[in-house]
């Protein structure tokens, strides 16, 4: 039996979501059959669409709210008044109801969480702890609200969608996704654009999240992350990376990526993220940049979204050739 990868639609709470259905195949009786990891992937893709038109917090959101705060899953479910495994649910992938995903919302800062605790039922000697936590919280909300406005600034919503691979946009990934590279090949820009498509889109395929959450848009020289430019001067300007611009004997300039020795790639990535990008690295370690342009104009990303220089939709990952 041979997987099948074709245009098709699921439905989250009776609303149809296309996606890109995954099945097995027998070639001689047409028989198809779904895995469980088959399963997952394809409801996987129409919820999360649901999650983004509805504006429905994302599973990973749910657990770094609660992580930052230190406490277990069962005790955010008591503060927020939820089912005692409730919390735990939705970590897990449950969808919320609107009024319990506005109260998720409201518990990521600090100040309203510190208003639902003191509401809660919680013991007085829990709530201040709690309390304690959140005032530390507090004191390094000028840092972190800095860094959510660079990111905005440059990577445009922070909300997940499918153009960002359902996954919150975050520049200290692309930084360190850029440092990996500059690290191990030294790539000049056009293939630097190209090995950040591939990792985004080839980790996204494996596990239904990119790394960055950065959008990719189609131009003449293939998919490219959008506003790359900007990013990359700013991942100096941050220590992450170290730009040389080389002059060619023709004249013409480029731009050559290397490692910032200081830059620690592993305080930003996981371990699975780091698989992949070892992936892409091992597969494009010694191609050069005209064949992986040409590579990427074979890609349906680039293909369907050329004509109009589109940003490319992660779905398009799960038919990847290059990969």
């Not at 309203?112 to 709530?127: N, P, T």
């Not at 992986?292 to 890609?299: K, Y």
Request: hydrophobic letters at 35%; one cysteine or more; aromatic letters at 12%.
């Amino acid at each position: 039996m041979k997987l099948h990868i074709y245009d098709s639609q699921l439905k989250v709470r009776k609303e149809a979501f296309d996606v890109k259905y995954h099945v097995y195949k027998c070639e001689d009786t047409g028989e198809e059959f779904e895995t469980p990891a088959l399963v997952e992937i394809n409801l996987q893709q129409a919820m999360d669409q649901y999650r983004s038109k509805y504006n429905l917090p994302f599973p990973e959101e749910i657990r770094s709210i609660r992580e930052q705060y230190g406490i277990s899953a069962a005790k955010m479910s008591e503060v927020l008044r939820f089912g005692i495994n409730q919390y735990k649910q939705y970590e897990n992938g449950e969808l919320p109801s609107e009024s319990n995903a506005s109260l998720i919302f409201l518990a990521a800062h600090p100040k309203s969480f510190s208003q639902l605790v003191e509401l809660s039922g919680l013991s007085r000697e829990e709530k201040d702890k709690l309390q304690k936590k959140i005032e530390a919280l507090c004191e390094q909300n000028p840092h972190q609200q800095e860094h959510e406005w660079t990111t905005h600034l440059f990577m445009g919503s922070n909300r997940p969608d499918v153009e960002r691979g359902f996954r919150k946009p975050s520049l200290l990934h692309f930084y360190a996704m850029i440092s990996f590279f500059a690290l191990h090949l030294s790539p000049f820009k056009t293939q630097m654009n190209k090995l950040l498509f591939y990792a985004d889109f080839h980790h996204f395929r494996k596990h239904g999240r990119s790394i960055s959450g950065a959008k990719y848009r189609a131009i003449e020289m293939g998919p490219v992350p959008n506003n790359f430019d900007a990013i990359f001067q700013f991942a100096e300007n941050e220590g992450f990376v170290i730009l040389d611009h080389h002059e060619f004997p023709n004249g013409a300039i480029g731009t050559k990526f290397f490692p910032n020795p200081a830059a620690k790639i592993e305080d930003y990535l996981t371990e699975l993220e780091l698989e992949s990008l070892k992936e892409v690295l091992e597969r494009f370690r010694n191609v050069k940049s005209q064949d992986i342009i040409q590579l990427s104009h074979e890609e349906n990303a680039w293909v369907n979204n050329a004509g109009t220089r589109s940003i490319i939709s992660y779905l398009d990952a799960y038919c990847l050739k290059g990969m």
